[in-house]
């Protein structure tokens, strides 16, 4: 009795998420909120956390960030997710 009501549960909740899948707006990742990135030569890696190319002119080689969501997109994004708390 109880791995049948176990097994309906679960195929139910299967049904639910299959019949109604919805994407994330909130799904976005912090580096798509900056307009550029340093690539690191000794490594390959790459920083996309730059805001400005004042920033960039101290370090190695910098590009535009090619998953920057526009500076409209990102503000929109920001206004849409802000945080409920403070810290103040």
Known sequence: MKM???VATLCGIAAILVANPRPSDAY????QLYPYCQLTSSNGGMN???????QCEYRELCINNPW???AEGARA???KNKPKWRWW
């Open 4 to 6: 049948t009501a176990l």
């Open 28 to 31: 976005v990742y912090a580096a």
């Open 48 to 54: 996309c956390y730059i805001s400005s190319r004042d």
């Open 68 to 70: 920057y969501l526009g």
């Open 77 to 79: 994004w920001k206004r």
